[in-house]
């Protein structure tokens, strides 16, 4: 069966410091890839997508970056953290196929930004 | 441009009464549809989803929904709500195609289950 894993769970990490977090999904192979971020009462925000390896598509300017370096790992990074970047980050995984495949989800990640 | 309109960001409901969580959704062509819920602090479960075909859709936990393409509407409901079900739930739509997957989810409705 397919599994998803990202951490840390939690991470409190001062303004202006690098981030970096990973997502790994196994039981599958060239996922669809996904990273979320959910702010408190504002639903889910679709912030970079993959289909393939090195194949990154950014849906809303930002301060952060994706990295797929290898086909069931997905990255979220930054090299400076703003305050607004707190909040809760979900990776997800679909079927390649795409078309009716729904995405399942990670645990997330807490990001508290001092 | 798709979109999701979850009516009614808290449901507050008796224990054992009817759960209905209300989903619009706007589409440019046959609509992909789902459900997922959130526990705190944790990620999205799927509940439940619409591809083709039976336009009843049962999904875990008791929940069922109903597509009505000319509503444009995908509600959720369970006959009777166990204090288990107190959660957040977000209706989210697909396009299919060569949108990769990527859904646009609803704002989400916080379901409360009183004793």
């Known amino acids: 069966s397919q599994t998803i894993h990202q951490w840390p769970a939690t991470l409190v990490q001062p303004v202006g410091s690098p981030l970096s977090l990973e997502c790994t999904v196994e039981?599958?192979?060239?996922?669809?890839l996904y990273w979320y971020r959910q702010a408190a009462g504002r639903g889910l925000q679709l912030l970079f997508y993959?289909?393939?390896?090195?194949?990154i598509s950014s849906e809303v300017p930002q301060n952060l970056s994706a990295s797929r370096p290898q086909d069931r790992q997905f990255i979220l990074s930054s090299k400076k953290l703003l305050l607004s970047d707190s909040g809760f980050y979900l990776c997800?995984?679909?079927?390649?196929?795409?078309?009716?495949?729904?995405?399942?989800f990670g645990d997330g990640t807490r990001l508290s930004i001092l | 441009a798709q979109s999701v309109t979850q009516l009614g960001s808290h449901v507050s409901v008796s224990e054992g009464a009817l759960v209905l969580l209300r989903c619009n959704y706007s589409?440019?062509?046959?609509?992909?549809l789902f459900w997922y819920v959130q526990y705190p602090n944790q990620g999205l479960q799927l509940l439940l989803k619409?591809?083709?075909?039976?336009?009843l859709v049962k999904g875990i936990n008791g929940f069922e929904a109903e597509f009505k393409k000319s509503e444009t509407s995908f509600h959720l409901t369970k006959p009777s709500a166990h204090m288990s079900d107190a959660a957040e739930y977000f209706c989210?739509?697909?396009?299919?195609?060569?949108?990769?997957?990527?859904?646009?989810f609803g704002q989400g409705t916080i379901l409360t289950v009183h004793p």
């Open positions: 997800a995984w679909s079927g390649g196929q795409g078309n009716g495949q729904p995405q399942h």
């Open positions: 039981g599958t192979s060239n996922p669809n």
């Open positions: 993959s289909v393939g390896i090195g194949q």
């Open positions: 589409s440019s062509v046959p609509p992909y």
């Open positions: 619409y591809t083709t075909g039976a336009t």
């Open positions: 989210a739509v697909s396009e299919g195609g060569t949108s990769y997957g990527k859904l646009t």
